[in-house]
Each structure stands twice: as structure tokens, then as C-alpha cells.
């Protein structure tokens, strides 16, 4: 159940009351892939880092160890041993990101596995059941994520397969929450807008499927070689035809910036690679602009990666230290860079949220924006 407590603008700040517990909003999910965090991050340390919810995936966990393996095991919480919200995407990005493995027909689509080479078949219906065995709190609709680049007629007749799709999701999800057998027969059901940069595409699909009566609606398809511009104009355009009272997910996105320019177009919920990935590269995100520590400049620096953060890495550790660990390619490295990032982009959600909370965000995103691009790689 989603509570939206207060707007500025278009901004929300809400809460969604879930099986696994209540989930503060704008929020950004630390993704975990495989039931992990990359980076040799645990679910203990998720905790440490403010982290609010988990997201896992579908087509991975299929494949590697098995979504029925999992079931048997008691579901995706206990198996990671995490007992607040996780996210489980469709399988439906993976099946875009395979391109060259693909076949996508109305009933579903075949596809090789990327291990093993294995055929594979997912449908809606098929996706459900994957997500339903890992027993997420909130699950996400199967679909088609067609090419920002597509033609005009491919991505219409992509969609209107995607709100076919929908339709046969909630259909299974329903089916699927009243066996015996399920772990969380309370798992909730996001649909996924989709259109490529096409406003009028997005819009109508926005319309259609606002009528199903969804837990919550994503907008997907972005963050995948559009401009920022065209992004945020695609957001402007479609968020105002999207359930102001249920949460809005834009997926896959992004850099703090893009966080902070969804937030302001009425978003709720984040996921991105880019903390964990960066901080497995020696890229950390700070307050003044992200900073590499493979820079020589940083070989005697007694400083923490940022001053006056409370992250397990700051606390205890300097920048020449991580410096040395990342450069002897010492897996410790790449752990204390990925704990700051995620720490860093958990606490900025807080500050977004107190900022929303006291009817300041406009004057925050400002700020935070210009302390972020003044002093980029100190």
C-alpha cells in the first residue's frame, strides 16, 4: 500500500507498505545481481549502508542455481539471508541486452543461455512463476524493451505486445498468489511503460495500463542510449499520466544527477550499477565530484575518501590505503570502494527525503548539483 505524504512540484515523498516492511520514498535500490552485491558486499553490510531495498534478477537466478532450487530453499530472503524489501526485475532487459541470442514471438521468447548456451523459453507467464518461486516482495511484469533507436512502427507494435504481456502477467500473478504453496502470496505487481523517445507512444501506453490497477508502474526503456535530454523530456511527458498515488520506477538509472532530475519529475524508485560497478573500477563518488583513486595524487593521501562521511570505508580507512589494495588488485579494494558508493547514494536518498520532508528540495538538488560539479576529481 503506497502513501504519498507531501509534493513539491512534482516531486513525491511517499511510503510503500510492504510484507517485508515499509519502504521510504524517493528511494534507490542497491542491485545484487546474482543474490549479491558485486563486490564482495553481504547482506550484513547492507544493512550497515542504509539500504532500504534489494534488487535481484530474474533471468540470472533462473539460470544459476534455479528459481526452483531457491523455492526449495525457502525463497530469495532467507536464501541471502535479508529480511527487507527486495525487487526482482522480469528477465525482460536481459532478453534486450541478448540481442544476438533472441527470438520474440507473441507466446514468449526463445533465447540461449549466456553460461551454457542452453535454450530457454520465457513468457509472462514463465516470468511470474520464476518471480513468484524466488517470492520477492515486488515483482516486474514481463515485456519487451525495444531499441531507443527503433522505428516508429517496431516500437507500436513492441508495446502493444508489452501491454498484451501485462495483461497475461497480472492474470498469472493472481493465480500464483492464491496457491498453497506460494512463499508470499502478497507479492505485489509493477507494469512497465515503455515506447522508445516516442511521447505520444508512451503516453497512450501510460493510459492503457494505469487502468489495470497495478501495485506500482515503471518506465523502462531508458538509460539506453538516449540523451539525458531525451530522457528527462520523456519522463516530463509521461510521469503526469502515471497514478500519482502509486509509486513511479524509473529503471535502470543512473548517475546522482539523473536521480536528482527524476526525483523533481515525480519518480520514487532508483536502481542502478554505477555505485557498485565505479566503485569496482576505483571510481568513488564524493560530495565535491567522483574521484579515481588510481590517480597517483592520491598515493600519500591520509585523507578518508570524503571527509565527514560515516561509511564503514571512511571511518576506518584512508585513500592511499585504498589506493594500495586497489592497484595490488587486493579484492578488499574494490569491497571498501563499493560499501562508500553505496553508502553515499543511500544517504543522498535521506537527504532528498528530508529535503522533500521540509519543502526544500528545489534549493537541495540546487546546491548538491553545484557542489558535485565544482570540484570533479580533487
Known amino acids: 500500500m503506497y502513501k504519498l505524504l507531501k509534493t513539491e512540484g512534482r516531486a513525491k515523498r511517499g511510503v510503500l507498505e510492504t510484507v517485508h516492511g515499509t519502504i521510504q520514498t524517493p528511494v534507490f535500490m542497491n542491485v545484487?545481481?546474482?543474490a549479491a552485491i558485486k563486490g564482495a558486499v553481504s547482506t550484513m553490510d547492507l544493512y550497515d549502508i542504509k539500504t532500504q531495498v534489494e534488487l535481484s534478477n530474474t533471468y540470472h537466478l533462473h539460470v544459476r542455481p534455479g528459481d526452483k532450487i531457491v523455492k526449495q530453499l525457502g525463497g530469495l530472503h532467507k536464501f541471502m539471508n535479508w529480511d527487507r524489501p527486495i525487487l526482482t526485475d522480469s528477465g525482460g532487459f536481459q532478453v534486450f541486452s541478448l540481442a544476438g541470442l533472441r527470438k520474440i514471438k507473441e507466446e514468449g521468447v526463445y533465447f540461449h543461455s549466456h553460461i551454457d548456451?542452453?535454450?530457454?523459453f520465457m513468457g509472462p507467464e514463465e516470468s511470474m512463476q520464476i518471480q513468484s518461486n524466488l517470492a520477492s516482495t515486488i515483482a516486474m511484469a514481463f515485456d519487451e524493451c525495444p531499441s531507443s533507436v527503433a522505428e516508429r512502427s517496431y516500437v507500436e507494435n513492441s508495446v502493444a505486445r508489452t501491454t498484451r504481456w501485462l495483461e497475461r502477467c497480472k492474470k498469472e500473478m493472481d493465480r500464483l498468489n492464491s496457491l498453497e504453496d506460494t512463499i508470499n502470496k502478497q507479492q505485489m505487481l509493477f507494469g512497465i511503460n515503455q515506447g522508445a523517445i516516442f511521447p505520444d507512444i508512451r503516453i497512450e501506453h501510460a493510459k492503457r495500463i494505469r487502468e489495470m490497477e497495478l501495485d506500482g508502474y515503471a518506465v523502462g526503456g531508458l538509460a539506453v542510449g538516449e540523451t539525458h535530454e531525451e530522457m528527462y523530456h520523456i519522463l516530463e511527458e509521461v510521469v503526469p499520466y502515471l497514478p500519482q498515488d502509486k509509486p513511479t520506477y524509473l529503471m535502470g538509472v543512473g548517475t546522482p544527477a539523473n536521480i536528482l532530475e527524476g526525483v523533481?519529475?515525480?519518480?520514487?524508485?532508483?536502481?542502478?550499477?554505477?555505485?557498485?560497478?565505479?566503485?569496482?573500477?576505483?571510481?568513488?563518488?564524493?560530495?565535491?565530484?567522483?574521484?579515481?583513486?588510481?590517480?597517483?595524487k592520491f598515493e600519500l593521501d591520509e585523507r578518508p575518501i570524503e571527509?565527514?562521511?560515516?561509511?564503514?570505508?571512511?571511518?576506518?580507512?584512508?585513500?592511499?590505503?585504498?589506493?594500495?589494495?586497489?592497484?595490488?588488485?587486493?579484492?578488499?579494494?574494490?569491497?571498501?570502494?563499493?560499501?562508500?558508493?553505496?553508502y553515499f547514494y543511500n544517504t543522498m536518498m535521506e537527504e532528498i527525503r528530508d529535503a522533500l520532508d521540509e519543502g526544500r528540495f528545489m534549493e537541495y538538488k540546487k546546491a548538491k548539483l553545484e557542489r558535485m560539479s565544482a570540484g570533479e576529481d580533487r
Open 32 to 34: 545484487g545481481t546474482i
Open 117 to 120: 548456451g542452453a535454450k530457454i
Open 264 to 296: 523533481e519529475r515525480g519518480v520514487d524508485f532508483f536502481d542502478c550499477v554505477y555505485p557498485s560497478r565505479n566503485g569496482r573500477h576505483g571510481h568513488c563518488y564524493t560530495n565535491h565530484g567522483k574521484i579515481n583513486l588510481f590517480n597517483k
Open 307 to 342: 571527509e565527514g562521511c560515516q561509511c564503514p570505508t571512511c571511518q576506518h580507512y584512508t585513500r592511499a590505503y585504498v589506493r594500495h589494495l586497489l592497484k595490488a588488485k587486493e579484492m578488499l579494494g574494490m569491497r571498501l570502494c563499493v560499501l562508500h558508493n553505496l
